[in-house]
């Protein structure tokens, strides 16, 4: 369990046992802070929302309930959030008190032209009202997770490049020992008579192999034969 679970479970603890005032918490919280009203195990209204989470997506609850489902197509990209609607929809349906729902999601903040990385995490709860009754609730913890985006980008760069050497390997595979050290050293940018110095060969072979590789690799250019050494891991 990471801290912001740990959080929110001492923050439903409290709240189960009428310990904590939800403005009290919610003020004090340097993330967003939700509380959904259920009836018959299905969100009815978004009771409340601290002033953090308001700020960031420069709204209100009035707004929030007014908007309706519109809310997750203004907020969140549409594809995420059918899923996370979906994934809500079972955690509510199983209506488990001692689990929780989490999921990363992308949001649009006030003001912000690109998405910031959240991490979300929901929990069902029952609250104790002022005439000691207690109601169904699901509280909502999120908070944005610093990094994401260069981790994402880090993720989806090894993907392509996977794809890249699962599209070339046979390429790669009908290349000579020779035509590999040819390769590594025109990356490095030497020249034709430099490249025959180093391997002690004469310039006409280094010309006849640069012709065999780029016959071989389809290579149309410098950046491309680079691209492929880097992805095989040559240089």
């Not at 072979?205 to 410098?222: E, G, M, P």
Request: charged share 25%; glycine share 6%; proline share 2%.
């Amino acid at each position: 369990m990471n801290s912001l679970e740990l959080q929110l479970f001492g923050i439903a603890k409290g709240l189960k046992e009428g310990n904590f005032n939800i403005p009290d918490i919610g003020e004090i919280l340097p993330a967003s802070f939700m509380i959904h009203e259920l009836d018959h195990m299905m969100p009815i209204r978004c009771a409340y929302m601290n002033k953090w989470g308001c700020d960031k997506l420069g709204t209100d609850v009035d707004e929030i309930n007014e908007i309706g489902p519109r809310y997750y197509e203004k907020y969140f990209v549409k594809a995420e959030s059918e899923v996370i609607r979906q994934g809500m929809q079972q955690y509510l349906v199983n209506g488990d008190f001692e689990q929780q729902y989490n999921f990363f999601q992308q949001v649009r903040l006030h003001n912000q032209r690109n998405f910031t990385w959240f991490y979300t995490v929901c929990k069902l709860l029952k609250v104790k009202n002022e005439g000691q009754e207690t109601t169904d609730r699901m509280v909502l913890l999120s908070s944005p997770v610093m990094g994401m985006d260069t981790l994402i980008s880090k993720v989806n760069k090894t993907l392509d490049q996977n794809k890249y050497i699962s599209a070339h390997y046979r390429e790669f595979a009908l290349l000579t020992k020779r035509e590999k050290e040819i390769i590594v050293l025109i990356a490095q940018g030497k020249s034709s008579q430099e490249i025959a110095d180093q391997l002690f060969i004469s310039a006409l072979t280094v010309s006849t192999h640069r012709k065999n590789i780029i016959r071989k690799l389809d290579c149309k250019s410098s950046a491309e034969l680079v691209r492929f050494a880097l992805a095989f891991d040559m240089l």
